[in-house]
Structure formats: C-alpha cells, structure tokens
C-alpha cells in the first residue's frame, strides 16, 4: 500500500512565525498535492506539483509556499503564520489515472 | 453551478437500511470520479473509483450517470461502522490529476 506520512500529526506555533509542514510518499508517485480542510468548507487545494521541482498554484495559494526538491518530499511552508491559516492540512499524492489519490493522516495546525 | 456538489446531509439511516447519495459535477469532460471515505478527524480514504459501467464493491455500489451529470453512491444492510462522511471526487477539464472534491455527505447510522 502506497505510504504518505506527515511529520505532525499536531502542531501549534505562534503568528508570524515560518512554519514547515513536510510530506513523504514512498510509492514513487509523481504527483504531490497539498490541501487544508476547514469546516463547512471542504477540501481546498492550496499548491500541487506534478514533477521534481514544479509546482503550480491551487485555489488558495495566498500565504502559502511549496518546495518539491526529491520526487518523494513536498513541503509547505507558510511564510509568516496567521490565525487564519489555523487548520487541518492534507498531503496527498498520486499515479494518476483511476486509481485516485492516497492522503497523508494530516497535521491539525493551530496558529496562535 | 458549483464544480462538485452534494447534500451535506445529515443522513440519518437505521441499521440494515439501504441509503444512496448523490453528487452532480459540471463539468462535461469530465473522465475519472471517485468516492471517498472521511471519518471524524481523519483523512479521507478512497472507498471506490466509479467506472463508466458501474461497479460493486461488496455492500457498496457506484453509479456514474454522464447524461445527467451526477454521480452516485448505494450502501445495502448499513452498519454502525458505515457512520462516516462521504465526499465524491470527479477530475476535472478532462487531466486526470487533479482532482476536484466536494464538501461531503454525512451520515449517521442508527442502532
């Protein structure tokens, strides 16, 4: 079974700070995706990357960087926290074509 | 029209009854669709792909209606561990890799 681990299952940080919040996949998949989940608002995609070193933006990329340097890492960044971006964040990653996506456990970020 | 779009519910179904959800997407080239399984304060797990022809999993049966647009999720003799929220997945603008989810259906199965 393919493995998508993130390396905080809970993370609490205070605004402004740089938060890291990385993402592993062990099933050689090329394509890497980031989303946070908010209540009432569903899945949102925040950035995706489809090769090594690509990214694109998603629906709310405001706030938000990625960095894809190995093909099995994605990493998010927020740059400088905010109470808003307090959320559950979902990595996830695919092969493509019907087999859909396999998510991470996700990190439950409180910004405070 | 919202892209991906299902009754956010509640459901609330007694056990050993059969429920069906929908889901409409707008977007007419769209190639690949999906349900996903969500329990409270985890992550969502792929509970079906849905193919042209229809599929059955076990109790789990996955409709896909092109004509119309929508499609659709039938769980048979519902269990207590059924209790979930089902979201429904359609790629969409015809790529296969990326993937639009709607907000989900919940459900609550009755003892």
């Known amino acids: 079974d393919v493995k998508v681990t993130q390396s905080s299952r809970y993370l609490v940080k205070r605004t402004g700070e740089k938060v890291f919040l990385e993402c592993v996949q062990d099933m050689d998949h090329e394509n890497m995706f980031w989303y946070r989940q908010d209540p009432g608002l569903g899945l949102r995609l925040i950035y995706f990357?489809?090769?090594?070193?690509?990214?694109e933006k998603g629906d709310i990329p405001e706030g938000y960087s990625v960095s894809r340097e190995k093909k099995e890492r994605f990493s998010l960044i927020l740059e400088s926290a905010s109470t808003n971006q307090t959320s559950m964040y979902l990595c996830?990653?695919?092969?493509?074509?019907?087999?859909?996506?396999?998510f991470g456990s996700g990190t439950r970020l409180t910004v405070v | 029209r919202k892209e991906v779009e299902q009754d956010p519910g509640p459901f609330n179904v007694p056990e050993g009854a059969t429920v069906a959800f929908n889901c409409t997407y707008s977007n007419s080239a769209s190639q690949s669709f999906f349900w996903y399984r969500q329990d409270c304060r985890k992550e969502p797990k792929l509970l079906m792909s849905?193919?042209?022809s229809g599929n059955e999993d076990g109790r789990f049966t996955a409709q896909l209606n092109r004509a119309s647009q929508y499609i659709s999720l039938l769980i048979r003799d519902s269990k207590l561990s059924d209790s979930a929220t089902y979201l429904c997945?359609?790629?969409?603008?015809?790529?296969?890799?990326?993937?639009?989810f709607g907000k989900g259906t919940r459900l609550h199965i009755l003892p």
């Open positions: 997945a359609v790629n969409m603008f015809g790529r296969d890799d990326k993937i639009i």
């Open positions: 990357s489809y090769d090594v070193k690509m990214k």
């Open positions: 849905v193919y042209s």
């Open positions: 996830a990653s695919s092969l493509g074509g019907l087999g859909g996506y396999t």
